[in-house]
């Protein structure tokens, strides 16, 4: 014989349910779910992830990307071509292969570039000593931006330096340099048939082009060997993503330029600059995060002086006084809650 229970074990379609236990309330459940969420949250933000987030945050890492991918494009590259027309011929087929090779291009695209690079007569009649200076000075406006993002990220206070330019110069000219040895080490040892050797050297070249660029953006501030992983971090995460970027920049181009001409090569040129710098915000914010860890990673970065500055460095500017919103990352104040 079937026996109906109370009427609270009844579903709505008559079928049977355990008891509630007494006590126990919607409101209840929903504070228990907020609690639990609060710990997680709680344990993330503590965590090595977490607490690069929140530098990402501060950092304002959209914002900041796109204003140093933007720099790159309206500065750099002008300034490449200019110089790559003044160099004899070996150097700038070597410089032109380089770029090549880092933006992974081909077909049209390559070359336009190919003969931009490796045709300078044409350049060199059109641009005067004035221009050309002009030229590399504007071309500094980038260093500008780097040594803005990584007084950021370590927390620095601005510096005054009547060098910035000439210093800004230096690595400009630099860079170029660095890249015009790269591409012909890669025509030499391509011909020699021993890419393991390019490879090598490519990450060696790399990982001192970085630390030398953290040393020169934050001059006498931090001790070099607190630089050295955020360099590391920087070449690996530039050349995994070089790796994604061969694969679909050059569909990216061979879409874009039948519908835009020339222009949907420089959107396409636009966007791995873009992501390139995200690569390189993120590594710097995961470099800060690493050498202020409390724990073994931290320790062995800073080493037995047990600190990042160096002897006479002002102390860092405070952490902010809010946690962290995603609209700091476009750099705009999340609303205040009064």
Known sequence: MLRLGHPDTLGERGGLRPPRPAGVGIGDLRADARRQIDRLLSWFAASLPGR?????????????????????????????????????????RSLASSLVHRLGLSGTSLEVVQATLTTGAQTRSATSLIRLLVTLFYATTITTALQRLYLRAWRRPPIRDRRRPLTGLAWVVGVIVLMALMGGLRRVLHGWALPGALTVLAAAGSIALRWWTHCVMLPSQLRWRVLLPGAIITSVGSALYGIGAAVWLPRNIIASQPQFGFFGVAMALVSRCVGLAFVLVGAAALGVVLAEDTGRIGRLIRGSEGTSLRPGALPPLPAPSRPGALLDAFGRQPPSSA
């Open 52 to 92: 690069w987030w929140d530098r990402l945050l501060e950092m304002e890492f959209v914002d900041r990307s796109v204003a140093l991918a933007a720099k790159a494009f309206v500065a750099f590259l002008p300034a490449l071509v200019v110089v790559a027309a003044y160099l004899p011929d070996q150097p700038r």
